[in-house]
Protein backbone atom coordinates (compact mmCIF):
# COMPACT_ATOMS: atom_id res chain seq x y z
CA UNK A 1 0.00 0.00 0.00
CA UNK A 2 1.10 3.33 -0.72
CA UNK A 3 2.32 5.62 1.83
CA UNK A 4 1.41 9.29 1.85
CA UNK A 5 2.93 12.45 3.47
CA UNK A 6 1.48 16.16 3.09
CA UNK A 7 4.02 18.29 4.02
CA UNK A 8 2.58 21.54 5.20
CA UNK A 9 2.58 25.04 6.86
CA UNK A 10 3.05 28.60 5.60
CA UNK A 11 5.13 30.43 2.60
CA UNK A 12 8.85 30.89 3.24
CA UNK A 13 9.34 28.55 6.56
CA UNK A 14 11.04 26.16 3.99
CA UNK A 15 8.31 23.35 3.49
CA UNK A 16 9.58 22.40 -0.02
CA UNK A 17 13.45 21.95 1.25
CA UNK A 18 11.64 19.42 3.97
CA UNK A 19 9.23 17.56 1.70
CA UNK A 20 12.63 17.21 -1.22
CA UNK A 21 14.42 15.86 1.93
CA UNK A 22 11.65 13.42 3.18
CA UNK A 23 11.32 12.13 -0.28
CA UNK A 24 14.92 11.94 -0.96
CA UNK A 25 15.77 9.93 2.21
CA UNK A 26 12.70 7.69 1.94
CA UNK A 27 14.47 6.88 -1.80
CA UNK A 28 17.89 6.45 -0.59
CA UNK A 29 16.25 3.87 1.91
CA UNK A 30 14.92 1.99 -1.09
CA UNK A 31 11.25 2.73 -1.63
CA UNK A 32 10.39 3.86 -4.93
CA UNK A 33 9.02 7.66 -3.98
CA UNK A 34 7.22 10.77 -5.87
CA UNK A 35 7.47 14.12 -4.24
CA UNK A 36 4.74 16.65 -5.74
CA UNK A 37 4.62 20.30 -5.41
CA UNK A 38 1.34 21.92 -5.20
CA UNK A 39 2.90 25.71 -4.58
CA UNK A 40 2.53 27.35 -8.03
CA UNK A 41 6.61 28.67 -7.42
CA UNK A 42 9.29 26.20 -8.88
CA UNK A 43 10.91 25.75 -5.51
CA UNK A 44 10.63 22.14 -5.68
CA UNK A 45 12.97 22.21 -8.99
CA UNK A 46 15.25 24.76 -7.05
CA UNK A 47 15.83 22.74 -4.24
CA UNK A 48 16.63 19.78 -6.15
CA UNK A 49 18.39 21.40 -8.94
CA UNK A 50 16.02 19.55 -11.69
CA UNK A 51 13.73 20.60 -14.04
CA UNK A 52 9.52 19.42 -13.08
CA UNK A 53 6.89 18.89 -15.16
CA UNK A 54 3.33 17.77 -14.76
CA UNK A 55 3.62 14.51 -15.30
CA UNK A 56 6.17 12.55 -12.42
CA UNK A 57 9.80 12.02 -13.73
CA UNK A 58 12.95 10.91 -12.41
CA UNK A 59 15.43 12.92 -10.06
CA UNK A 60 18.90 12.89 -11.37
CA UNK A 61 21.46 11.16 -9.05
CA UNK A 62 18.75 8.95 -7.05
CA UNK A 63 17.71 5.82 -8.83
CA UNK A 64 14.18 5.48 -6.82
CA UNK A 65 12.97 9.24 -6.53
CA UNK A 66 10.80 11.02 -9.15
CA UNK A 67 9.25 14.31 -8.80
CA UNK A 68 6.32 16.14 -10.37
CA UNK A 69 4.96 19.74 -10.56
CA UNK A 70 1.32 20.10 -10.33
CA UNK A 71 -0.58 21.71 -13.65
CA UNK A 72 -3.50 22.63 -11.71
CA UNK A 73 -5.51 23.20 -15.14
CA UNK A 74 -4.21 20.30 -17.00
CA UNK A 75 -5.41 18.05 -13.96
CA UNK A 76 -8.69 19.53 -13.90
CA UNK A 77 -9.26 18.70 -17.46
CA UNK A 78 -8.66 15.50 -16.90
CA UNK A 79 -11.03 15.31 -14.22
CA UNK A 80 -13.79 16.34 -16.50
CA UNK A 81 -12.67 14.22 -19.01
CA UNK A 82 -12.94 11.55 -16.72
CA UNK A 83 -16.09 12.38 -15.63
CA UNK A 84 -18.43 13.83 -18.45
CA UNK A 85 -19.17 12.98 -21.61
CA UNK A 86 -16.71 14.36 -24.52
CA UNK A 87 -19.27 16.95 -25.50
CA UNK A 88 -20.29 17.92 -21.94
CA UNK A 89 -15.99 18.35 -21.18
CA UNK A 90 -15.13 19.74 -24.41
CA UNK A 91 -17.60 22.93 -23.11
CA UNK A 92 -16.68 22.97 -19.84
CA UNK A 93 -12.46 23.23 -20.48
CA UNK A 94 -13.55 26.12 -22.71
CA UNK A 95 -15.59 28.29 -20.26
CA UNK A 96 -13.34 30.76 -18.68
CA UNK A 97 -15.54 30.46 -15.36
CA UNK A 98 -14.30 26.78 -15.32
CA UNK A 99 -10.42 28.13 -16.00
CA UNK A 100 -10.84 30.48 -13.62
CA UNK A 101 -12.04 27.68 -10.50
CA UNK A 102 -8.59 25.57 -12.34
CA UNK A 103 -6.27 28.19 -12.56
CA UNK A 104 -6.89 30.69 -9.80
CA UNK A 105 -9.13 29.46 -7.15
CA UNK A 106 -6.68 27.43 -3.83
CA UNK A 107 -9.52 24.86 -3.37
CA UNK A 108 -9.47 23.99 -6.79
CA UNK A 109 -5.86 23.44 -7.30
CA UNK A 110 -5.95 21.43 -3.92
CA UNK A 111 -8.69 19.51 -5.12
CA UNK A 112 -6.87 18.58 -8.35
CA UNK A 113 -3.94 17.82 -6.61
CA UNK A 114 -5.40 15.49 -4.43
CA UNK A 115 -6.95 13.60 -7.62
CA UNK A 116 -3.52 13.43 -8.71
CA UNK A 117 -1.91 12.16 -5.79
CA UNK A 118 -5.00 9.53 -5.60
CA UNK A 119 -3.99 8.44 -8.70
CA UNK A 120 0.00 8.05 -8.33
CA UNK A 121 -1.53 5.79 -5.39
CA UNK A 122 -3.71 3.97 -7.05
CA UNK A 123 -1.25 3.04 -9.67
CA UNK A 124 0.97 0.85 -7.47
CA UNK A 125 3.87 2.61 -9.16
CA UNK A 126 5.53 4.01 -5.64
CA UNK A 127 5.85 3.25 -1.91
CA UNK A 128 5.55 6.77 -0.79
CA UNK A 129 4.27 9.98 -1.48
CA UNK A 130 5.35 12.74 -0.53
CA UNK A 131 3.09 16.30 -1.38
CA UNK A 132 4.63 19.96 -1.09
CA UNK A 133 1.67 21.29 -0.27
CA UNK A 134 0.81 25.01 -1.21
CA UNK A 135 0.94 27.29 1.74
CA UNK A 136 -2.57 29.12 1.94
CA UNK A 137 -3.88 28.54 5.06
CA UNK A 138 -0.93 26.92 6.14
CA UNK A 139 -1.83 23.80 4.01
CA UNK A 140 -5.49 23.92 6.09
CA UNK A 141 -7.07 24.52 2.50
CA UNK A 142 -5.51 21.22 0.85
CA UNK A 143 -7.19 19.18 3.36
CA UNK A 144 -10.27 20.86 3.28
CA UNK A 145 -10.26 20.98 -0.29
CA UNK A 146 -12.67 17.65 -1.34
CA UNK A 147 -15.38 18.65 0.66
CA UNK A 148 -15.26 22.45 -0.55
CA UNK A 149 -15.14 21.10 -4.36
CA UNK A 150 -18.17 18.72 -3.10
CA UNK A 151 -20.07 21.25 -1.78
CA UNK A 152 -19.60 23.54 -4.85
CA UNK A 153 -20.54 20.85 -7.29
CA UNK A 154 -23.45 19.48 -5.03
CA UNK A 155 -24.70 22.26 -2.92
CA UNK A 156 -27.99 23.43 -2.91
CA UNK A 157 -27.31 26.25 -4.42
CA UNK A 158 -25.77 24.60 -7.73
CA UNK A 159 -29.30 22.16 -7.49
CA UNK A 160 -30.95 25.48 -7.39
CA UNK A 161 -29.59 27.56 -10.48
CA UNK A 162 -29.74 24.20 -12.77
CA UNK A 163 -32.26 22.42 -11.55
CA UNK A 164 -33.28 18.49 -11.26
CA UNK A 165 -31.00 16.23 -12.76
CA UNK A 166 -33.93 15.52 -15.74
CA UNK A 167 -33.37 13.67 -18.96
CA UNK A 168 -33.06 16.27 -21.98
CA UNK A 169 -32.51 19.47 -19.25
CA UNK A 170 -29.78 20.18 -21.80
CA UNK A 171 -32.47 20.18 -24.53
CA UNK A 172 -35.17 22.54 -22.31
CA UNK A 173 -32.73 25.01 -21.43
CA UNK A 174 -31.81 25.68 -24.85
CA UNK A 175 -35.19 26.20 -25.84
CA UNK A 176 -36.65 27.89 -22.64
CA UNK A 177 -33.79 29.85 -20.93
CA UNK A 178 -30.72 30.12 -23.77
CA UNK A 179 -32.89 32.98 -25.59
CA UNK A 180 -33.83 35.23 -22.65
CA UNK A 181 -29.79 34.86 -21.57
CA UNK A 182 -28.88 36.16 -25.11
CA UNK A 183 -31.31 38.79 -25.50
CA UNK A 184 -29.87 40.01 -21.70
CA UNK A 185 -26.75 39.93 -22.54
CA UNK A 186 -26.71 41.79 -25.91
CA UNK A 187 -27.90 44.29 -23.69
CA UNK A 188 -25.10 44.04 -21.25
CA UNK A 189 -22.80 43.61 -24.14
CA UNK A 190 -21.49 40.15 -23.71
CA UNK A 191 -21.70 36.75 -22.97
CA UNK A 192 -21.33 36.92 -18.80
CA UNK A 193 -25.11 35.35 -18.10
CA UNK A 194 -24.94 32.70 -21.30
CA UNK A 195 -21.68 31.87 -19.91
CA UNK A 196 -22.46 31.38 -16.17
CA UNK A 197 -25.74 29.17 -17.27
CA UNK A 198 -23.70 27.18 -19.64
CA UNK A 199 -20.79 26.88 -16.66
CA UNK A 200 -23.45 25.92 -13.71
CA UNK A 201 -25.25 23.57 -16.36
CA UNK A 202 -22.42 21.58 -17.30
CA UNK A 203 -20.46 21.68 -13.79
CA UNK A 204 -23.48 19.68 -12.65
CA UNK A 205 -23.09 17.19 -15.28
CA UNK A 206 -20.07 15.86 -13.22
CA UNK A 207 -21.69 15.14 -9.89
CA UNK A 208 -21.53 11.77 -9.60
CA UNK A 209 -17.93 11.41 -10.78
CA UNK A 210 -16.50 14.57 -8.60
CA UNK A 211 -18.63 13.66 -5.60
CA UNK A 212 -17.38 9.84 -5.51
CA UNK A 213 -13.35 10.55 -6.39
CA UNK A 214 -13.51 13.80 -3.44
CA UNK A 215 -15.03 10.81 -0.39
CA UNK A 216 -11.44 8.35 -2.30
CA UNK A 217 -9.56 11.81 -1.87
CA UNK A 218 -10.71 12.65 1.35
CA UNK A 219 -9.95 9.43 2.88
CA UNK A 220 -7.04 9.32 1.71
CA UNK A 221 -5.88 12.66 3.56
CA UNK A 222 -7.55 11.41 6.87
CA UNK A 223 -4.68 8.63 6.56
CA UNK A 224 -1.99 10.32 5.58
CA UNK A 225 1.02 11.09 7.49
CA UNK A 226 1.35 14.82 8.25
CA UNK A 227 4.48 16.72 8.42
CA UNK A 228 3.63 21.06 9.55
CA UNK A 229 7.14 22.59 9.23
CA UNK A 230 7.40 26.18 11.14
CA UNK A 231 10.31 28.72 11.91
CA UNK A 232 10.69 30.16 15.38
CA UNK A 233 8.33 32.78 14.77
CA UNK A 234 4.99 33.70 15.85
CA UNK A 235 3.41 34.02 12.71
CA UNK A 236 4.36 30.83 11.53
CA UNK A 237 4.29 28.72 14.61
CA UNK A 238 -0.04 29.79 14.59
CA UNK A 239 -0.14 28.23 11.08
CA UNK A 240 1.10 24.95 12.82
CA UNK A 241 -1.25 25.14 15.79
CA UNK A 242 -4.05 25.33 13.72
CA UNK A 243 -3.12 22.43 11.68
CA UNK A 244 -2.92 20.23 14.86
CA UNK A 245 -6.10 21.45 16.06
CA UNK A 246 -7.93 20.66 13.07
CA UNK A 247 -6.29 17.19 12.49
CA UNK A 248 -6.97 16.16 16.17
CA UNK A 249 -10.07 16.56 14.79
CA UNK A 250 -10.44 14.30 12.19
CA UNK A 251 -7.49 11.52 13.74
CA UNK A 252 -5.50 10.79 17.03
CA UNK A 253 -2.52 11.58 15.64
CA UNK A 254 -1.22 15.32 15.05
CA UNK A 255 1.27 14.72 12.35
CA UNK A 256 4.96 15.66 12.98
CA UNK A 257 6.02 19.10 13.67
CA UNK A 258 9.80 20.41 12.53
CA UNK A 259 11.19 23.79 13.56
CA UNK A 260 13.16 24.85 11.03
CA UNK A 261 16.51 27.43 10.84
CA UNK A 262 16.49 27.44 14.42
CA UNK A 263 19.95 28.77 15.97
CA UNK A 264 21.75 26.22 18.56
CA UNK A 265 21.34 25.96 21.61
CA UNK A 266 25.17 26.84 22.16
CA UNK A 267 24.98 29.90 20.83
CA UNK A 268 22.96 31.42 23.87
CA UNK A 269 26.16 31.10 25.65
CA UNK A 270 28.63 32.40 23.02
CA UNK A 271 29.55 35.91 24.13
CA UNK A 272 30.54 34.22 27.80
CA UNK A 273 33.87 35.38 28.72
CA UNK A 274 34.92 37.16 25.87
CA UNK A 275 35.16 41.34 25.48
CA UNK A 276 36.39 43.58 22.53
CA UNK A 277 34.19 44.34 19.59
CA UNK A 278 32.41 41.44 19.04
CA UNK A 279 31.05 41.13 22.51
CA UNK A 280 27.92 43.27 21.58
CA UNK A 281 26.85 41.29 18.40
CA UNK A 282 27.76 38.00 19.99
CA UNK A 283 25.43 38.59 23.15
CA UNK A 284 22.35 40.12 19.97
CA UNK A 285 22.80 36.56 18.53
CA UNK A 286 23.12 34.50 21.53
CA UNK A 287 20.06 36.61 22.63
CA UNK A 288 17.82 34.96 19.06
CA UNK A 289 19.07 31.59 19.90
CA UNK A 290 17.47 31.98 23.40
CA UNK A 291 14.12 33.31 22.00
CA UNK A 292 14.36 30.49 19.47
CA UNK A 293 14.78 28.49 22.35
CA UNK A 294 12.17 29.41 24.50
CA UNK A 295 9.66 29.11 21.59
CA UNK A 296 10.48 25.97 20.77
CA UNK A 297 9.56 24.93 24.34
CA UNK A 298 6.78 26.77 24.58
CA UNK A 299 5.19 25.23 21.78
CA UNK A 300 5.89 21.88 22.77
CA UNK A 301 4.58 22.42 26.62
CA UNK A 302 1.25 24.09 25.29
CA UNK A 303 0.25 21.61 22.23
CA UNK A 304 2.13 18.38 24.11
CA UNK A 305 4.29 17.93 20.61
CA UNK A 306 8.00 17.80 20.45
CA UNK A 307 9.24 19.66 17.41
CA UNK A 308 12.16 18.52 15.70
CA UNK A 309 14.64 20.98 15.07
CA UNK A 310 16.38 21.78 11.87
CA UNK A 311 19.14 24.29 12.26
CA UNK A 312 20.19 27.26 10.81
CA UNK A 313 22.24 26.74 7.38
CA UNK A 314 24.35 29.38 5.40
CA UNK A 315 23.31 27.68 2.28
CA UNK A 316 20.81 24.89 1.96
CA UNK A 317 21.32 22.04 0.33
CA UNK A 318 20.67 21.24 -3.22
CA UNK A 319 21.09 18.06 -4.21
CA UNK A 320 19.08 14.56 -3.45
CA UNK A 321 22.34 13.38 -1.15
CA UNK A 322 22.44 16.91 0.54
CA UNK A 323 18.56 17.17 0.80
CA UNK A 324 18.45 13.65 2.34
CA UNK A 325 21.52 13.89 4.90
CA UNK A 326 19.57 17.05 5.84
CA UNK A 327 16.19 15.09 7.27
CA UNK A 328 18.28 12.04 8.36
CA UNK A 329 20.10 13.91 10.71
CA UNK A 330 16.47 14.90 12.93
CA UNK A 331 14.89 11.34 12.64
CA UNK A 332 12.20 12.59 10.72
CA UNK A 333 11.77 9.68 8.54
CA UNK A 334 11.92 6.29 10.72
Known amino acids: MTGVTLVMGSGGVGKTTVAAGVAALSARRGARTLVITVDPARRLAD ?12 VPGSADLDAAMLDAAAAWEAIVRAHADPSTAKRLVSNPYFRAIAERFPSGQAY ?3 EEVLRHAQSGKYARIVVDTPPIEGGLAFLTAPERIRTLVAGRALRVLTGPRLPGRRFIYSVTARPALKIADSVLG ?28 EALFASAAIVAVTTPDPGPIAEVRRV ?5 GVTDDPGTVVFNRVLPQAWMHASAGLGGSLTS ?18 FASNTGVVP ?8 PPSTPEGLADLIDATGLVS
Not at 308 to 315: D, F, G
Request: hydrophobic share 45%.
Open 47 to 58: AMGVTIGNEPGP
Open 112 to 114: AAG
Open 190 to 217: GRLLEDVAEFLLDLSAIYPGVVRQSREV
Open 244 to 248: ISERI
Open 281 to 298: NLTRWATEAGRHDALRRA
Open 308 to 315: LVIPWLAE
